[in-house]
């Protein structure tokens, strides 16, 4: 699954929970704690599943029937226990034969009517009604507290919700084939895993039987149920569909367009053929991402993208992603959730890889260049852990920043250790050992050995099973008489039992008057000095030059080699990272280089780094040079520029952004200076601003905008807007805003902790998360009632959010200790 874009385009970050302050110690151990937890025990083999199911959307009920078909591991089996949380049972059968049966506790216990033999098979069917769901399953419909227009049906069973609408052993481990026969009103479709084997009319409403006919883990069974559209499109032999509300039928030709590229791409490069009979992608309401069901993908709307806002928003990333899956994490699945970045770790890192293919490598660079970010703020922010761990609460806390990226760059720095061929022999070698099984990291560390005769477990043990990342300064200086350049290099993070120093493979380049030299280093301590005896004194001197790895590193080394770098660096990575040190002096001739940088740079993301760089120089020179850059053709640095432009706090300012807040090619562009006009506290554009909440765009980008805009201007009446604008029938993006505006208000007016708290229940599940992670931020003992009821919430996706938030207010309000 993936949950780390940014949906809503309202300029949120990236990294989960940020905005939440300083990290807490508590925080850590509400999450994490110390007790290891471990995959259940199983008494049976699970084989298949046959849901034969009928959709109630008036009573936001399902009912029908559950069939799993068992074997015993040991002999004597009597009792046979699934998982099943508020599921109304009536009837139980085990092979046609009446069985008894209790529900309780969150488990259903099926006593046989005789014992099961070690290996025999037997059909357990249970008859069941599932009455609104408290989570696993989500019915969309218009109400009082919805915005949504449409009726829909879905289900989001990881990490262990399939409970709460179908008896199962709900965990990763657990593979079987299925099916799934859905009964539902004339006039929706129902999608499902695997194969259409019928589909027709009976009595009024539509039959919908899927099969799937290879082995898949529990949580990867789906449906979805709407007034759906459908677009076929084809890979090979192989159908591709996309499903729709009706009318959004060219949005979502946007919005998948990459799809076909991007499963031709990763059956070539792995050497395994996508292995499933169809591929699909639904695109529903109110879900919170993408979830990679096998063979039928479940989307974000976001996915539906209008003509507009095609300029400069893609959701390409996340359509490879969840394609990835199909391969890392429903092919090869993990065992338990404590190695869950062998199936989001390999998605985000096939996101860079098919980036690099469609788009170039400074595209790729970028999007690792943003990973790193998100993770370091994790690590800072939040907490410090190994990627491997068994002690979590709730499974879904390592659904987090060190399984998605840092496990991304694990997998990026491991291809460079191996290089370009093993590591392509090591994946094909990993997908067909392991073909629908599951897996440990240990499989992966002894795939590697067994293809390539190499022992990674020492890079496994620090990157993977120890914490943290290196943190290296590094001191360059010039012996002129012995012709020979020094380079000091530290390891200057804290180093503990869970921290390693780390043992790096680093690469210096140094650069002359018409020659280079390349040394490849190895740094394992503390402090390590290098000198090289060179020709002539150098132009530049750069390490790990090609960002082969993660860490943050400060390197101190003349200005001329920062300008240099800043104009003749080989990568929009090593041209933006001088930008950030030379906008550091500060001084006129610093804001011209950069300028001119920003003019000949041929990628936009460098550009823009540049121009948020350029930003931080308070001085009318800097001023001046971000005016004349508003004319940049590309919209995300003119995105760029305007952000920045807004940081200056010059009262002209306003009249510069107030066009583009009218109207801007990019609907982006026009969002941002809506923002800026707030965040200059332009009130004579109040006018602009409430006339743009009137504005339709795409995710109601503009719109939401423009609200944030107005939140910042605070006028007499902004209060009581935004408590109407965070509410239905107001959409997702303009409550977002509203409600992140409102919590800016905290401080002043003691009556916005309680009105968040009236959300924090919300339909939405995207609002609830966003309330609770507000509520943490302010620390406000207030919140702590509704915070502790969200802990108990069955959906435990928010049980974490309401833990953290929780040991946040309390870390903020206990006395410290010295």
């Keep these: 699954m993936d949950h780390g874009h940014d949906f809503d385009f309202t ?14 110690p508590n925080v850590k151990a509400a999450l994490l704690g110390r007790t290891p937890r471990y995959a259940p025990d199983r008494a049976f083999d699970t084989l298949h599943v046959a849901l034969d199911l009928s959709v109630d959307f008036a009573r936001r009920t399902l009912s029908g029937s559950c069939r799993s078909r068992v074997r015993a591991f040991q002999g004597g089996l009597r009792e046979l226990v699934f998982d099943a949380v508020d599921l109304k049972v009536s009837r139980v059968t085990v092979d046609g034969a009446r069985a008894s049966f209790t529900a309780k506790n969150g488990k259903l216990t099926i006593r046989a009517p005789k014992r099961l033999d070690a290996g025999q098979e037997a059909d357990v069917a249970v008859d069941y009604k599932a009455v609104d769901p408290k989570t696993g399953l989500h019915f969309v419909q218009p109400g009082p507290r919805t915005s949504e227009k449409v009726v829909q049906l879905w289900s989001q069973s990881q990490p262990e919700d399939a409970r709460y609408w179908y008896p199962c052993h709900d965990s990763p481990h657990e593979k079987c084939t299925s099916e799934v026969r859905l009964s539902v009103p004339r006039g929706f479709v129902a999608v499902s895993n695997g194969a259409l084997v019928e589909s ?20 990867l069974i789906s449906i979805a149920v709407g007034r759906f559209a ?24 946007r919005g998948f367009r990459k799809t076909v590229a991007v499963i031709d791409f990763f059956s070539k490069k792995t050497g395994v053929r996508y292995a499933y009979e169809k591929y699909a992608q639904v695109a529903v309401a109110e879900y919170p991402g993408g979830m990679e069901h096998t063979t039928c993908t479940t989307q974000t709307d976001a996915c539906l993208i209008d003509k507009r806002a095609a300029l400069d928003v893609d959701l390409d990333l996340l359509v490879a992603h969840e394609l990835a899956h199909q391969w890392f994490g429903d092919l090869v699945t993990c065992r338990d959730w404590s190695h869950a970045w062998l199936n989001e770790g390999f998605a985000t890192y096939f996101e860079v890889l098919f980036q690099e293919h469609d788009k170039g490598r400074d595209e790729a660079e970028h999007e690792l260049y943003m990973n790193a970010r998100s993770y370091f703020d994790e690590d800072q922010r939040r907490y410090r852990r190994p990627i491997v761990t068994d002690t979590f609460k709730y499974p879904w806390t390592v659904f987090d920043r060190h399984t998605y990226e840092k496990g991304c760059w694990v997998l990026r720095m491991l291809h460079r250790e191996l290089g370009d061929e093993l590591w392509w022999k090591v994946i094909g070698a990993y997908l067909r050992k392991y073909r629908d099984q599951s897996v440990e990291t240990n499989d992966l560390i002894e795939t590697i050995a067994e293809v390539t005769g190499r022992n990674l477990k020492p890079f496994f043990d620090q990157w993977v099973f120890k914490s943290g990342y290196p943190h290296l300064r590094a001191h360059y200086s010039w012996d002129d008489k012995a012709k020979r350049a020094e380079l000091w290099v530290l390891q200057t993070q804290d180093a503990s039992d869970e921290v390693p120093v780390f043992k790096l493979p680093l690469k210096i380049r140094i650069t002359g008057r018409g020659w280079t030299r390349e040394f490849d280093e190895s740094v394992s301590d503390k402090d390590h000095r290098f000198s090289y005896k060179l020709p002539s004194e150098p132009l530049d001197v750069e390490l790990d030059p090609e960002h082969r790895l993660l860490k943050r590193l400060a390197l101190r080394k003349p200005h001329r080699m920062w ?27 610093s804001v011209a280089l950069i300028e001119r940088a920003i003019r000949k740079e041929p990628f936009w993301g460098a550009a823009a780094e540049m121009a948020r760089a350029l930003g931080g120089i308070r001085s009318d020179a800097a001023f001046a040079a971000l005016r004349r850059l508003l004319a940049s053709k590309h919209p995300k640095v003119r995105r760029a520029v305007v952000e920045s432009l807004a940081q200056q706090r010059r009262p002209e300012t306003a009249d510069l952004v107030a066009p583009l807040a009218r109207r801007d090619p990019s609907i982006l562009v026009e969002a941002e200076a809506n923002r800026a006009l707030g965040a200059l506290r332009s009130v004579r554009h109040s006018g602009l601003l409430r006339a743009n909440l009137g504005k339709k765009s795409y995710r109601d980008v503009i719109a939401s905008a423009a609200l944030s805009g107005l939140s910042a201007l605070r006028g007499r009446g902004t209060i009581e807007l935004l408590r109407k604008q965070s509410r239905p029938p107001f959409s997702y993006g303009r409550r977002a805003a509203a409600l992140r505006s409102l919590s800016d ?37 207030r919140a702590l009632p509704v915070l502790d009821r969200a802990k108990k919430d069955a959906n435990s996706r928010v049980r974490v959010y309401a833990e953290e938030a929780a040991a946040r207010i309390r870390y903020g309000i206990e006395p410290r200790k010295k």
């Design 230 to 253: 459908e677009i076929v499109d084809h890979w090979e032999d192989l159908p591709v569909t996309y499903y729709c509300e009706r009318g959004r039928e060219e949005d979502a030709r």
């Design 563 to 589: 300008r240099r770098q800043l104009e003749r660096g080989k990568s929009a990575w090593s041209r933006h990272t001088a930008a950030s040190y030379v906008a550091s002096w500060g001084d006129d001739e």
């Design 745 to 781: 208000y905290a401080a002043v007016d003691d009556g916005v902790v309680p009105l968040l708290c009236e959300s924090a229940d919300d339909q939405d599940e995207r609002i609830n998360l966003l309330v609770i992670s507000l509520l943490g931020g302010l620390e406000d003992e």
């Design 200 to 219: 027709a009319e009976k009595g009024g409403r539509a039959i919908f039987h899927w099969r799937m006919s290879q082995p898949h883990s529990i949580y």
């Design 11 to 24: 300029g949120c970050s990236r990294a989960w929970n940020a905005g939440l302050g300083a990290i807490g």
